[in-house]
Structures are given as C-alpha cells and as structure tokens.
C-alpha cells in the first residue's frame, strides 16, 4: 500500500529561519490524520510542501507515491483547502461549479446537489456575500468535486461559529467514511479527537509525535502519587510532562509495561490531554522528554 505523504530528512527555510527541519514521517492512506501543534510549528508549511505550493530546501517528499505539484494527474488526486478558504469573490455559487466541471476531467456533479440540499444556497449568489460557513462548505465541495485520493484541510473552521463548525466536521466524516485520505490541519482539539484516527504532533518545526490514536493512548498513562522524583519510575518509562505541587507528583509517560509501584494511581488520558502533553514538553525546559534512567 502506498503511503499518502512520506517524507525524509524535510527541511525548509525561509531566509535564516527553518520551518522545518529534518522532519521525517509516514501518513498511511485511509486514513483521517489530525496535525496539530502551536503557532509556527510549521504546519502551514508542512501542508503547502504537500500539495506542491512550496519546494523543500532539504529532504524528500511523496504524495501518493509521487512529487507533489508534479504535473497535471498528480494535481488532481489531491484535494486542498486553505486556512482562509479561497474564493472568488464576484463569482457565483454556480460559477465556481462550472469552472470546477472544466477544470477538472473527473468531477463529481453530486457534491453541488449535495451542497444546495444541506445549505439551500442561490447558485447565483456571489461567494463574497455568503457566510463564513457558506463559504467553507463551498471550498471544501469544490475540493472533493474532483474526487481527490487525498484531501488536505489547512485550519479550515478556525473562523466559524459552533454550529457552521458541526456541519462541515459532519461532512468531513461522511467523506472519512468513504475511504479518502484526510489530513486536517486544527488548533480545535475536540474537532481533532472526534473525527481522526491517526495524529501528528509538530514542535519547533520537527515532528515530536505520530501514530495511530488507539495505539498512542494504549501506551500512554497518568501517574499521581506523593512527590518525588520521576526517575525512580521503572525503566521502560519515558516521561512526557511532569508537574509537582508540595504533597503531589503528577506525571505523564509513554510506557513499554505496566507500573506496579502501588504508590502511584495509574489512568489513561484521552487524545486532547496527550497532544498538550506533548505540545508543552516542547516548550517547558523543564519537561522536557527524558526517559528513566537518563540525565535531567
């Protein structure tokens, strides 16, 4: 099976400053993935690199076993939607299908039915004069008209209100459920742990986590306990965030085996409590990873 993005030693820079930097990572096709990460932590980058917007500076990249933005059949076997969801403002609703119908030679006339039933949009509104999730919906239909292998979302509900933000999530997990290669782009965790199945954390530019959700949080737990150092856990633990009030330790690890110490309460975490596990041992020096056994 081929991977839907597969990446080597990626790197780019943008002047003196590196977005990415050696960033290496597997995205299985059929899968809903979940990119998550704080402000500048070369997301955006990572997603343009994918669907051929930018050239690595260092490093390889495959989209679907090819290079990204490498001719015309490659094009239209990825879908793209970015953060600000383009439009053509003094278009209609009905023009943007028809330049989608010419543009590209596999379109799928469902997906304007399907918009007009779930929105009853005028075909001959303009974009510019429909709503945030008027306009959202819009781009991500003429995204799948072109019945994409892979689809990839850049922040695309960052702007819109609760409900707008349930409808266009309930149209990405109907498109999940067909199969089709979904990489989404979101600071909303909740959105993150609803519909994906598989997730990317990047810090600083480099990927600090990747996998298959059930398989992570499997290999994650919560200790809490009376205070005292981390590193007297059991080897085979590596520790992720660690926090200390005067009476309380309370530590997250990835672990290889269970903790038997009865001193310690053990609990699993859900998929949000583990992406800012990680997310702040990116950015708290003193949590950062360590595994037991090892210097602080």
Known sequence: MTDAIEATGLGKRYGRRWA???TSLRVPEGRV???????????????????GLLDP?????????????????QLARVGFVAQDAPLYNRMSVNEHFRMGVRLNPHWDATVEVDLHDRLDLDPRQRAGALSGGQR????????????????????????????ARR?????????????LSVVLSSHLLSDIERVCDYVIVLAHGEVRL??????????????????????????????I???????????VVRTTGEVLDPSWTVSELGLEELVLAYMESATTPTTRLRSVGSPP
């Open 20 to 22: 990415l930097r050696n």
């Open 33 to 51: 993935v979940g990119l998550v990460g704080s402000n500048g932590a070369g997301k955006t980058t990572l997603l343009h690199l994918s669907v």
């Open 57 to 73: 500076s260092e490093g390889h990249i495959t989209v679907l076993g090819d290079r990204p933005g490498s001719g015309a059949r």
């Open 136 to 163: 959202a919906q819009l781009a991500l239909a003429l995204a799948i008209g072109k019945r994409p292998e892979l689809l990839v979302l850049d922040e695309p509900v960052a702007s819109l209100d609760p409900l």
């Open 167 to 179: 409808e266009f999530m309930q149209s990405l997990m109907s498109l999940a459920a067909d199969g």
């Open 210 to 239: 990747a996998g298959d959700v059930d398989a992570l949080l499997a290999e994650h737990r919560v200790l809490t306990g009376p205070r005292r150092d981390p590193l007297r856990l059991p080897a085979g633990q590596t520790i």
């Open 241 to 251: 965030r660690e926090r200390h009030t005067d009476r309380q330790s309370t530590v």
